[in-house]
């Protein structure tokens, strides 16, 4: 099982969801009884909320991401500003799926070699470093789910291109949500760009739904083959989240039991948003105003 986000079938037994709410709601049932939310104009209008504040912290921290900086200390300032200033509550904190220790603090930052959920503590940050910052707040009952990468002074040109195409990989995934399109259209999207640009694509780990639980079906896999999986409504709202290695793409666990490193301890980078389905197409929830803008896209990829 992996925390926080959900993984591909080839992980038996790897996906963690928070228990089925009890309210009823609209819902989906696609393949395997598998039941997907829709949401209503009211958890629409709350996610919107919810999400915005979830980029704003990352806007917020941005200026004191730099060389000297511990891990430790950024999680402090974000906590601080979702508590005391949004009035919202950071979700990693103290979240424990089954097995797992609680996550002893409010965000996660991984750097470097490490994929995901790195626990922020007495890392010193140097001139070099690539860091991703992933952020979820509870707002009113509803989560919002983001994260971005930040270099630290100045990055080399491998690790810049890295950061760059996982970019590129994450929208190209999200141009491929519209009501009637697949999961397996975003995974290719995003396999396909990784690979052709030399890189790989960690497969433990994906997107999820999203809403008053942090972790909701359906599972967005980041490679796949098109028209294949679960087909999109509008009303949906999932993450977009790859990984990518400059490496191989195999992963192991540190002994802290959350953080996830490169097996070869090449760089790593992952970009992510929360994306809803509208009628006509998608709309990006985790957006506010230093939300990088959206890149310009490979002909062939797109």
């Given at each position: 099982?992996?925390?926080?986000?959900?993984?591909?079938?080839?992980?038996?037994?790897?996906?963690?969801?928070?228990?089925?709410?009890?309210?009823?709601?609209?819902?989906?049932?696609?393949?395997?009884?598998?039941?997907?939310?829709?949401?209503?104009?009211?958890?629409?209008?709350?996610?919107?909320?919810?999400?915005?504040?979830?980029?704003?912290?990352?806007?917020?921290?941005?200026?004191?991401?730099?060389?000297?900086?511990?891990?430790?200390?950024?999680?402090?300032?974000?906590?601080?500003?979702?508590?005391?200033?949004?009035?919202?509550?950071?979700?990693?904190?103290?979240?424990?799926?089954?097995?797992?220790?609680?996550?002893?603090?409010?965000?996660?930052?991984?750097?470097?070699?490490?994929?995901?959920?790195?626990?922020?503590?007495?890392?010193?940050?140097?001139?070099?470093?690539?860091?991703?910052?992933?952020?979820?707040?509870?707002?009113?009952?509803?989560?919002?789910?983001?994260?971005?990468?930040?270099?630290?002074?100045?990055?080399?040109?491998?690790?810049?291109?890295?950061?760059?195409?996982?970019?590129?990989?994450?929208?190209?995934?999200?141009?491929?949500?519209?009501?009637?399109?697949?999961?397996?259209?975003?995974?290719?999207?995003?396999?396909?760009?990784?690979?052709?640009?030399?890189?790989?694509?960690?497969?433990?780990?994906?997107?999820?739904?999203?809403?008053?639980?942090?972790?909701?079906?359906?599972?967005?896999?980041?490679?796949?083959?098109?028209?294949?999986?679960?087909?999109?409504?509008?009303?949906?709202?999932?993450?977009?989240?790859?990984?990518?290695?400059?490496?191989?793409?195999?992963?192991?666990?540190?002994?802290?039991?959350?953080?996830?490193?490169?097996?070869?301890?090449?760089?790593?980078?992952q970009w992510e948003h929360t994306v809803l389905v509208t009628d006509s197409g998608f709309e990006v929830l985790t957006a506010s105003a230093g939300t990088p803008a959206r890149p310009s896209l490979p002909a062939r990829a797109a």
């Amino acid at each position: 099982m992996k925390p926080f986000g959900g993984c591909g079938p080839s992980i038996p037994g790897a996906r963690f969801f928070s228990p089925a709410s009890s309210e009823k709601t609209q819902q989906l049932t696609y393949n395997h009884s598998m039941t997907i939310e829709i949401k209503t104009s009211e958890d629409i209008a709350a996610m919107r909320v919810a999400c915005r504040l979830a980029s704003e912290v990352l806007d917020y921290i941005t200026p004191f991401v730099k060389p000297g900086v511990t891990t430790g200390e950024l999680d402090r300032l974000c906590h601080d500003y979702m508590v005391n200033e949004q009035g919202s509550v950071p979700a990693p904190l103290n979240y424990a799926p089954p097995g797992y220790r609680p996550f002893p603090k409010s965000i996660c930052t991984s750097v470097n070699h490490q994929v995901c959920h790195g626990i922020p503590g007495d890392k010193v940050l140097k001139n070099g470093d690539v860091l991703n910052i992933d952020i979820t707040v509870i707002k009113d009952g509803y989560h919002g789910d983001t994260s971005r990468m930040f270099f630290v002074g100045q990055p080399s040109v491998a690790a810049r291109r890295l950061c760059e195409v996982t970019y590129e990989c994450m929208w190209l995934g999200i141009e491929q949500v519209r009501p009637g399109a697949t999961v397996g259209d975003i995974g290719h999207a995003i396999q396909r760009h990784a690979e052709a640009s030399g890189f790989s694509v960690v497969r433990e780990f994906c997107g999820h739904g999203i809403g008053k639980r942090f972790h909701e079906e359906p599972q967005i896999l980041h490679y796949g083959r098109p028209g294949t999986g679960e087909r999109f409504e509008a009303g949906m709202i999932f993450t977009v989240e790859p990984m990518i290695n400059a490496g191989r793409r195999e992963i192991r666990d540190l002994a802290d039991g959350w953080t996830i490193v490169t097996k070869d301890h090449s760089l790593s980078a992952q970009w992510e948003h929360t994306v809803l389905v509208t009628d006509s197409g998608f709309e990006v929830l985790t957006a506010s105003a230093g939300t990088p803008a959206r890149p310009s896209l490979p002909a062939r990829a797109a």
